[in-house]
Nanobody
């Protein structure tokens, strides 16, 4: 059974940084493209960043480009999201997601593309 477990969330001041991690088990991690999403209660889940299974390709939503970095360590079955210059309005639950990818360079940006999800980790921004 596939499990994704996020960690690294917490309280952060505006302008600060956090590094989220997501450890995967029950799957061949190197065959999975991974993504990060976030959701505020009452709103739709929003795409944040994606990385191909080989890490050769990454993709970001425009609002986080140049501030967030997605990366992965296939040997540790872990995907990371480094978040810098966090904004107070980026208080959300952050989720990692995975999908077995047919090609090494493909990234996925729609939540409907993914079939494995973690429980989420809360990021709370303060002024």
């Amino acid at each position: 059974q596939v499990h994704l477990v996020e960690s690294g969330g917490g309280l952060v001041q505006a302008g600060g940084s956090l590094r989220l991690s997501c450890v995967a088990s029950g799957l061949t991690f190197s065959m999975y493209a991974m993504g990060w999403f976030r959701q505020t209660p009452g709103k739709e889940r929003e795409f944040v960043a994606a990385i191909s299974r080989s890490a050769i390709s990454t993709y970001y939503t425009g609002s986080v480009k140049d501030r967030f970095t997605i990366s992965r360590d296939n040997a540790k079955s872990t995907v990371f999201l480094q978040m810098n210059s966090l904004k107070r309005e980026e208080t959300d639950v952050y989720y990692c997601a995975g999908i077995e990818a047919r090609t090494s360079s493909k990234t996925y940006t729609r939540d409907s593309d993914y079939n494995a999800w973690g429980e989420g980790t809360q990021v709370t921004g303060s002024s």
